[in-house]
């Protein structure tokens, strides 16, 4: 469990990485990140979390209930501190990775969320440019407005 706990940790610091910094790999990922939360993909997601806080707090569990033990006894056995030792680690590890995918979420929603700001505001510029255009051809035709800017006059 510990094994595979490390790999899900440092597979999900990869992509955290992957996510902070803009390059090709990241498009890649926002990709499948997009597809991966469509339909059921976002139910499994779901049910794979919660079966880890599930797990999570059956660690913690068990990792309080041995530290209870501990000092209840006089006498510390090898194999309660073996049982400590690791039980704390699959908790903490379990805990960061939990962290880790929250993290990974709210970076894909950031990037994805500044991707549709960024495609707006441009296609609001080459409106905005379009109109300005369309005024300055519409002011140029009529020869019979005068280019003096008014002046005001002195009372």
């Avoid at 979390?49 to 056995?77: C, E, H, K, P, W």
């Avoid at 908790?91 to 993290?103: N, V």
Wanted: glycine share 6%.
């Amino acid at each position: 469990m510990t094994q595979f706990l490390f790999g899900l940790v440092f597979m999900e610091m990869a992509l955290t990485v992957v996510l902070l910094f803009g390059s090709p790999l990241r498009t890649l990922l926002m990709l499948g990140l997009d597809r991966l939360k469509r339909g059921q993909g976002q139910l499994i997601a779901a049910t794979v979390a919660t079966t880890m806080v599930v797990v999570f707090s059956a660690t913690v569990y068990n990792l309080l209930g041995v530290q209870r033990r501990l000092t209840d006894a006089t006498m510390i056995s090898p194999t309660d501190q073996i049982l400590l030792a690791n039980s704390l680690l699959e908790a903490s590890l379990m805990g960061f990775s939990l962290f880790l995918g929250i993290l990974i979420d709210r970076l894909h929603y950031y990037a994805s969320e500044l991707y549709r700001l960024r495609n707006h505001l441009e296609e609001t510029k080459s409106k905005q440019r379009d109109y300005l255009e369309m005024q300055g051809i519409g002011s140029s035709k009529t020869p019979h407005q005068s280019t003096k800017e008014p002046t005001l006059k002195k009372t």
